[in-house]
């Protein structure tokens, strides 16, 4: 850079922009429906003939897109849905369960780490994540809505982490870690260890799911939350969603110390001064995400 050069005071170098910083509106999904509506980006599980199950196209893609939400500038929550009266019956039992079983180790391997990597994309974008989950919500679909911030459900859904139903360990793309932060261990472990469903009722009563709605309003109560948490701070959200996954592996003197460096990059956000200037003017902040 030239030191002769000068740039307003709030200028961004295009550069740096240009490399972590994109648009995702326009971006038209192939294995699953995607549309942004106002700040929020809904994913729509679209195979309701099969209840919505996801194949390795579709785990992929997901996976990726979760990764380009880091950079998003125009996508401030998302909502993760199905279509019909289902939320995701898990992997295609065709088009996954039956290629796994001719497979060897490292192409095994190969499988369950990019299932692996959806999890860590969905945890690692700033974006509150909604699952709006009704009807069966089995395996990896469980996963999914596992994986997300907050989850709305129906009294008809039956959310199941199946995988001993077809032999194979409970400890499936991070179950083992945070379904027991979820609703408590000895719960977790019930489910994980028999497979059985979880109902809509027993899901809310256990944690599992933030509040019921009926199924004919799930997708816009699913909307509405997610779109008031794109409203609010969404740069402070993202930090709070970062210190929810990282304080899980912290002591609590840690804790409280990663959470101090936290709040004081906060503090020096404009959203901050916009709330404070709102709190005098006995008015409501207007957030702007930065």
């Keep these: 850079m030239n030191p002769n050069d000068t740039f307003a005071p709030n200028a961004i170098d295009p550069a740096l922009l240009a490399g972590n910083r ?26 309701p003939e099969r209840k919505n199950p996801l194949t390795f196209d579709s785990y992929a893609e997901l996976r990726d897109l979760f990764r380009a939400l880091v950079q998003a500038v125009d996508v401030k929550a998302v909502v993760v849905q199905g279509a019909g009266d289902n939320f995701c019956s898990g992997g ?81 793309m991070g179950a083992c870690a945070m379904l027991p932060r979820i609703i408590g261990q000895g719960r977790a472990s019930e489910l994980l260890y028999t497979g059985r469903s979880m109902t809509g009722d027993e899901a809310e009563r256990w944690g599992f799911l933030n509040r019921l709605a009926a199924p004919e309003d799930l997708a816009a109560q699913a909307l509405a939350l997610a779109q008031e948490l794109a409203a609010g701070p969404t740069f402070a959200n993202g930090i709070t969603k970062t210190m929810l996954h990282q304080e899980w592996s912290m002591g609590i003197d840690q804790a409280i110390e990663a959470e101090a460096q936290a709040q004081a990059l906060c503090m020096l956000t404009e959203d901050f001064q916009r709330a404070y200037h709102a709190f005098v003017a006995r008015q409501r902040p207007v957030f702007e995400g930065n």
């Design 22 to 47: 994109r648009e995702l509106g326009g971006y038209e999904a192939r294995h699953f429906g995607w549309q942004l509506l106002g700040r929020v980006g809904v994913v729509t599980l679209n195979r």
């Design 92 to 172: 295609d039992v065709h088009e996954i369960i039956g290629p796994l079983v001719r497979l060897k180790a490292p192409e095994l391997l190969m499988f369950t780490r990019m299932t692996g990597d959806l999890v860590k994309a969905m945890r690692a974008c700033p974006q509150p994540i909604v699952a709006a989950v009704d009807g069966v919500c089995a395996g990896a679909g469980a996963i999914v809505a596992m994986a997300s911030d907050l989850r709305l459900g129906t009294a008809r859904s039956k959310t199941a982490f199946l995988f001993n139903r077809v032999g194979l360990a409970g400890c499936d």
